[in-house]
Every structure is written in C-alpha cells, then in structure tokens.
C-alpha cells in the first residue's frame, strides 16, 4: 500500500487521487481507506481524507458518509480548521437534497466534461496546500466544482401551464432509451 511506505507528500495526495478515480461513486472498500485516514495525526493527510469522503459522496445523500462526517465533526469540534473542512464535506454530500452531483463525464460515462474535469482538477489542487489556499483567503476556488455539477431535474410544461419540477429517474429513463431503439 502506497500509504504505508512512502514519504509524506505522496502519502497526503492518497486521499485526493482515490476520490478523483471514486467521484460520486461511493464504495465501501474506500470509505473504509478514507475514514482510517481522516483520524491520522497529520492534520493535512486528516483535512484531505475529510474533503475525499465528501467528494466519493458528492450527490449520493450515503447514510454510512453522513454518520461518518458527524462523528468526525464531534471529533474535530475543537478545531476549526478541520471543522470548516467536515462542513464543506457534508455540503458536497448532500448537494440539493440528492438532486444535484458532481460528475466528470456524461453519456453514460462515455464521454468526458472536459470543463468539469478541469473543475474538478482545481479544487483537487487547492487542496494540495490547504493551509495557504483553502484555509487562506483563496476558499472560493471551491466555486470550481460548479462546473462539473449535474443536476437530475428536468423542468416539464404541463398543458395547464403549470411548470412542474421532476426528478429524473435513470433507470426508467436508460429502459425508454432502449424501448425505443426496438420500436
């Protein structure tokens, strides 16, 4: 394991390459890995563990991410720059109430966002010196992952006129794409 045996540098960029390869795609293997991580006594190995789990998470509303970003905020509730870290983690776990994610790619990930993965990409190397830039006065590169959000409404008219909001649900909308293709 690369964590294990490495210098300090490589060690504290772990976290942020597993949630760059896990974006909006919690597993639990990684969780696992994060969440041993974010109680290490290096508190920037710790800080980045803690975005990680907020950015595997990003979208997903995962109840095992959420009680562990509670129990680190109890943990951490003395200091205030991994507070400030839990915060933002939790923000990006419940993105819009489970309407909004973070994604990189789209057709069904075929193809990349290139401006998203750039998005992505930015805030990944602020958090490579969270002491001068996230916790500096440049926290608004976090306004960065705005460019690869994906939202899972739709606004559809209705022919009293009426505009109504819907949650697109992917499985039945992949089955239509499918149906139609045999039509």
Sequence with gaps: YMGQYCEINLKRAVPLALAVLNISNPQIAIMDILSKLSH??????????????????????????????????????????????????????????????IQPYYSDRFLLHKVGMAGIIT??????????????????????????????????????????VCRLLLEKKKLRIQYSFFR
């Design 123 to 164: 805030l990944l190397h602020s958090c490579l010196d969270m002491a001068n830039i996230m916790h500096g006065k440049y926290h608004w590169t976090l306004y960065y992952l705005g460019l690869a959000t994906v939202s899972y409404t739709h606004l559809r008219a209705h022919e009293t006129g009426r505009n109504l």
């Design 40 to 101: 290490d006594t290096d508190a920037e190995l710790s800080q980045r563990a803690i975005i990680a789990l907020g950015l595997i998470g990003s979208g997903t509303n995962n109840s095992r991410i959420a009680g562990m970003l509670r129990q680190l905020a109890v943990y951490y509730n003395k200091e205030p720059n991994h507070l400030f870290v839990v915060r933002i983690a939790q923000g990006l776990l419940h993105m819009g109430k489970g309407l909004i994610s």
